[in-house]
C-alpha cells in the first residue's frame, strides 16, 4: 500500500511538472507567431516609406518612419538577443533626418543603409534567408503615394490663385476684381462639400458660376482629385 501512494506521488509530480513545462512552451510559440506577423508589417511598412520618400510625400514618409520605430521596439521585446537590431533603429534615424530635411538624395541613401542593416539584422538572428531589398512596385494599389494635399494646393494657387483668395489675405493678392469668395468663404458655405467642387469642376461648360463669371479651367480628373483633397484639409483645420 505504501508502494503504491509512493508510486501515485510520483505520477502526481510528474504531471505537475509537465504542466509547468506547458505554458512556457505556448509563450515560445506564440512569440514566434508574434514576431512573424510584426515582420510582415514592418515589410509592407519599410515599402510604403520607399514610395512616400521617393515621391517627396514627406508627411507620409514620417508617418512610416514612426509606425517603423515602433516595429523596431516591439520586435526589440520579442527576440531572445535584441542587440542585432540596433543598428537598424539607428538607421532609421538618419532616415528620419533625410525627411525632416525633404533631402530626397540623402533619404534615398540613408534608406538604401536601412535596407542592408535589416538584412544584417535577419543573417545575425537566424534568418538570413530573408532578404528585402528597395521595392519595384508600390505594396498595395488602393493607396496614392504621392502628396494630394500639396499637389492640390499648388494647383489651386495656379488655376484659382488669378482670381481667389486660397489660403492667406495677408500675403495673397488677386488681380481680379472684385474678388471672388475666397476658399475659406466656400468651405464654410452650408452648400460645401466634396461631390458638389467634384461636379462643379468637371463641367463641360465654358464658364461656371453664379452668373457664368468663372472660366472653366478644364481641369484632369485627378487635377481636381486633388484641389478637392486640399479644401476638405482646409475644412477639417477650419473646425479645430
Request: charged residues 20%.
Amino acid at each position: 500500500m505504501r508502494l503504491l501512494a509512493l508510486l501515485i506521488a510520483a505520477i502526481l509530480t510528474a504531471m505537475a511538472a509537465s504542466s509547468a513545462e506547458a505554458p512556457a512552451q505556448t509563450t515560445s510559440a506564440g512569440g514566434s507567431a508574434a514576431l512573424s506577423d510584426l515582420m510582415i508589417r514592418l515589410q509592407l511598412q519599410h515599402a510604403k516609406l520607399w514610395f512616400a520618400g521617393k515621391l517627396s510625400n514627406w508627411s507620409l514618409a514620417n508617418y512610416e518612419t514612426r509606425q517603423l520605430d515602433d516595429g523596431f521596439e516591439r520586435a526589440s521585446r520579442l527576440l531572445p538577443d535584441p542587440a542585432p537590431i540596433a543598428p537598424a533603429k539607428l538607421q532609421l534615424q538618419a532616415v528620419r533626418q533625410a525627411i525632416q530635411q525633404k533631402d530626397l538624395p540623402g533619404f534615398t541613401k540613408a534608406y538604401s543603409a536601412l535596407t542592408d542593416e535589416c538584412n544584417s539584422c535577419h543573417r545575425a538572428s537566424s534568418f538570413a534567408s530573408i532578404t528585402i531589398q528597395v521595392p519595384l512596385r508600390p505594396p498595395v494599389e488602393n493607396q496614392l503615394f504621392v502628396d494630394q494635399i500639396a499637389e492640390g494646393r499648388a494647383q489651386a494657387h495656379g488655376s484659382c490663385g488669378t482670381c481667389h483668395i486660397v489660403e492667406d489675405a495677408a500675403k495673397e493678392s488677386p488681380a481680379y476684381r472684385p474678388s471672388p469668395p475666397s476658399f475659406l468663404e466656400i468651405i464654410n458655405r452650408p452648400s460645401f462639400s466634396a461631390d458638389a467642387i467634384r461636379q462643379f469642376l468637371a463641367s463641360r461648360h465654358r464658364r461656371l458660376g453664379p452668373d457664368q463669371a468663372m472660366p472653366n479651367p478644364r481641369l484632369a480628373d485627378y487635377q481636381i482629385d486633388a484641389i478637392v483633397a486640399f479644401l476638405e484639409t482646409l475644412k477639417a483645420r477650419s473646425l479645430r
